[in-house]
């Protein structure tokens, strides 16, 4: 197979969308923005071994490349509606195409997105999306937003793929039990579009977890020039990893570090006024998802960390960063 029978055979399943005026097949896609709408555009890459593991099953890589797209997406409030894929792959091998296209369109088709076109080259194992969405003028929600005496919230249980990426380095083990659900959670990211939507006339500020929230919430605090007191202890996680964690100091710590240094979780941490807190959690029983309060945002610049005996705690990592000297 070469490449342009990859992109006739298994790219070229286009979506009915007015919007799109040429999708795949020539040298650019064409799409008419709605009048009255913005565009929201943001790009992904993910790497063998840094991302994912090389032996990581196509249809589990194809959902999280997409999803973690779609996150950036659900981070704004946008309505996520075009992809552009990237990849460098070693050789155009069907066995391996084949549930990789079928997961990657099943979850496009799910989440709405058309995918209109990319570069396909031989390399090392290497994917890059590149993601559009569509908020009405001026609404999407930004990092810059928070107030002073806004709540802070986050959705979803945190630490979980953190804690199966540790398991997988064989770094510790975990109940098999526990890391099941850990593991799905590592390999099967759901990104909260629908979730993002719904809090885009109630969130001030918003951003997705994607490196841990201590270092993400940061990127709040820093763009809206104001603090923030989270209480550790009220982080939303799985029961039974705080079960395991229960009675010894060192699982504890190692799960504080999940919680707020982990990564991977494709959560979102928004803010929103206290008068909004019935809205929020209407929200997210009609979604489905838990959303908890975790803090306040204050007026000192600065990220306070507390535990239930209101001692503060300070982290050895804030987060994931590739460039972080050893
Ligand atoms: P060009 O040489 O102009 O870059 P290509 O031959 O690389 O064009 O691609 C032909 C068409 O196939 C283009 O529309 C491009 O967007 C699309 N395409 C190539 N690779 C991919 C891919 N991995 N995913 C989606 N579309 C792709
Ligand atoms: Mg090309």
């Not at 559009?132 to 937003?145: V, Y």
């Not at 993400?216 to 939303?236: K, R, W």
């Not at 996680?237 to 707020?260: E, F, G, K, M, S």
Request: glycine fraction near 8%; include cysteine.
């Amino acid at each position: 197979m070469n490449e342009f029978d990859f992109i006739r055979r298994y790219l070229q399943r286009q979506q009915q969308d007015q919007q799109l005026i040429l999708g795949i097949g020539d040298d650019a896609a064409i799409i008419r923005p709605k009048t009255g709408f913005d565009l929201h555009i943001s790009s992904d890459m993910l790497l063998a071994g840094k991302h994912f593991f090389a032996d990581v099953s196509p249809a589990d890589l194809a959902h999280k490349i997409l999803a973690v797209n779609l996150s950036d997406m659900a981070a704004m409030g946008a309505m996520p509606r075009w992809v552009l894929l990237s990849a460098a792959l070693p050789q155009l091998d069907a066995d391996w195409l084949q549930p990789f296209c079928d997961a990657f369109f099943a979850m496009a088709r799910r989440f709405g997105v058309t995918l209109i076109g990319g570069d396909t080259t031989q390399g090392d194992w290497v994917f890059n999306i590149t993601i559009i969405g569509e908020t009405r003028k001026g609404q999407g929600l930004k990092r810059s937003a928070a107030k002073v005496g806004d709540d802070v919230w986050v959705s979803g249980k945190l630490g979980l793929a953190a804690a199966a990426l540790s398991v997988c380095q064989h770094r510790l083990t975990l109940p098999a039990a526990i890391m099941a659900i850990c593991e799905q959670k590592l390999l099967r990211p759901e990104p909260r579009v629908s979730l993002g939507r719904q809090l885009l006339p109630i969130a001030h500020a918003a951003q997705d977890i994607s490196d841990g929230l201590a270092q993400d919430i940061n990127h709040i605090l820093t763009a809206s020039q104001v603090g923030a007191h989270i209480h550790v202890d009220q982080i939303p996680t799985l029961a039974a990893l705080r079960h395991w964690a229960q009675d010894c100091p060192t699982r504890q710590q190692q799960l504080q570090q999940w919680l707020l240094a982990g990564g991977d979780d494709y959560e979102l941490v928004f803010t929103a006024s206290p008068s909004q807190r019935q809205a929020i959690l209407a929200i997210g029983q009609s979604d489905s998802v838990a959303l908890t309060r975790i803090g306040h945002i204050t007026a000192t610049p600065s990220l306070k960390l507390t535990d239930h005996r209101q001692q503060e705690i300070s982290l050895v990592h804030q987060g994931f960063d590739h460039f972080r000297s050893a």
